[in-house]
């Protein structure tokens, strides 16, 4: 066969791509429209979102079902699951999937949910941390917390004990620090003028300075 014959097989097989400009404009339009009315509305988006401690501990759900879910995810090859020997491990697997998973910087104050970070597969920092916590509380230690620095903005982390110790880890990377909490803390949260942790059953102020 000459190289005549094989052109037209050639010609047949060769497919338009989709010119997709009109639709990317389309999107990008949408996505100028729906920063306007977040724009428009943030006072009254910010305000409907505020939380009180009350709303604040209500966000640490260890037993919602999507945490549930994730949880048992997470420590499948633990099995049998033993709190004093696969605890450490598990909360491991717990700070490794919340820290991989997208950090957003939302534009106004919106709290989302574990459901709603999953659809996502990302969430702001302070939503990764009450993520977090609800899976380590999950995991069988009750005393995890979400910690809070308050300064020009917002630092979050979680904090727990395990075996007398004080572990705290950080939602949006590996760092993982362990030993006196005061210290840690202190050292943690180094300029903050306020510090609170809270989690689905207490709420409590561990640093406040007035501002000058």
Not at 41 to 55: G, M, N, Q, V, W
Not at 150 to 155: A, N, P, S, T, W
Request: glycine share 4%.
């Amino acid at each position: 066969m000459g190289i005549k014959e094989f052109i037209p097989f050639f010609k047949e097989e060769k497919k338009e791509v989709p010119d997709r400009r009109d639709e990317i404009r389309t999107l990008q339009d949408k996505l100028k429209i729906y920063e306007m009315m977040v724009e428009r509305y943030r006072e009254y988006i910010e305000r409907s979102e505020a939380k009180t401690i009350t709303d604040l501990k209500s966000l640490v759900r260890p037993n919602d079902e999507v945490v549930q879910q994730k949880k048992e995810e997470l420590i499948q090859n633990i099995r049998p699951y033993v709190y004093d020997q696969n605890f450490l491990a598990a909360a491991e697997l717990v700070h490794k999937f919340i820290r991989e998973i997208r950090t957003y910087s939302i534009a106004v104050d919106f709290w989302l949910t574990s459901k709603e970070m999953m659809d996502l597969k990302g969430g702001d920092p302070m939503d990764k941390a009450v993520f977090m916590c609800s899976l380590i509380i999950a995991i069988e230690n009750p005393d995890a917390y979400v910690i809070v620095g308050v300064d020009k903005g917002i630092r979050v982390a979680v904090g727990f004990m395990f075996n007398n110790e004080f572990h705290i880890m950080d939602p949006t990377s590996s760092a993982h620090a362990k030993g006196d909490k005061e210290k840690i803390i202190e050292e943690w949260f180094k300029g903050d003028k306020k510090v609170y942790e809270f989690n689905d059953r207490d709420y409590s102020e561990i640093k406040s300075e007035e501002r000058e």
